[in-house]
């Protein structure tokens, strides 16, 4: 698919403390920073495709109708709504004579002469094209916002969270031939649109049907999550917050309540090398050659410095041998 591109400098969000696991935030910027990229991506996008249906013999602009489904890197769902009431706003500003009587535009004419880089934060225009597009919002996007509805901002991981969710929810023949709009951000700013272009075989052991198959229980996953008291919670975040820099560190949590594959922390060396366990899965085989295997059991005591103490090893338990990996930081 067609892609449109969009960067700038701008201190909307950033991590100046290297110590620090926390960003410094500008609200108000970021949202800012976050629908003019969408803008600017959105235009470049359409005249990409424009100029390439005029050389297909097709003259006609292109819309936020023409995608099958929109998803959006989500750092909250309402700013994702608020994103497609702001791709009708362009569309409905792209068109010399919008109809304002009856469709999508119906009621709207109030606002043909705004200038978008004047509307980030007009309630009026805002509270008018969320209106508008609610059904558009429903049809397209809704369905996409299951992960983020559950699991909140998950940053860099957000935008394929909703394709996710939309593949979850969908039979393969719903999928097939559709035009999925793609938007992905990165604060600082970088942002890009672009579209996918689902495989027309939807047939019974299709790779569309493979893909669908996987994620068909993802509702039931999160669903399955163990649920833990507010201050439990707190007291995670904290530990978190106190080790996420440490040398000569293992964590002390359970991975009992991990699913099975997932790959977790066993402790970070002196040099700050990092080795991984994974929860085995059923009907795993034999291990590769050269792969370690380690038996991993609770650490019941928290290290805070590395300087005060050097962390032991686990204990050794009966339980099933997992898969290691050691990371050197380098990707």
Known sequence: GLRGTHMQHAYDFYKPDMVSEYPVVDGKLSIQCYLSALDRCYAVYRNKIHAQWQKEGTDRRFTL?????????????????KSVARLLLNDFLSVQNP?????VFSGLEAFRDVKLEDTYFDRDVEKAFMKASAELFNQKTKASL???NQNGNMYTPSVYGCLASLLAQYAPEQLAGQ?????????????????????????????LDKITASLSDLKT?????????????????????ETHHLANYIPQCSVEDLFEGTWYLV???EKHRRTYARRPLMGD????????????????????????KVPRIPATT?????TVAISNGEH
């Not at 996953?221 to 917050?241: G, H, T, V, Y």
Request: net charge neutral; hydrophobic share 35%.
């Open 318 to 322: 009966e339980s099933e041998g997992v």
């Open 221 to 241: 996953r999160l669903d399955s999550r163990k649920c833990i008291a507010p201050d439990i919670f707190a007291e995670n975040m904290k530990i978190r917050q």
């Open 267 to 269: 402790r970070v060396d």
């Open 179 to 207: 035009r999925i709009g793609v938007f992905s951000y990165g604060s600082g700013f970088a942002a890009t649109l672009y579209s996918i272009r689902v495989t027309q075989d939807a047939t019974p052991g299709s790779a």
């Open 65 to 81: 109708n023409d995608f099958g489904f929109m998803i959006f890197h989500s750092p909250y769902c309402k700013l994702v709504q």
């Open 285 to 308: 085989g034999p291990l590769e050659a050269g792969v370690e295997v380690v038996r991993p059991g609770i650490v019941h005591e928290h290290i805070p410095s590395p300087a005060k």
């Open 146 to 148: 299951l992960v983020s």
């Open 99 to 103: 109809e304002t009587a009856h469709g």
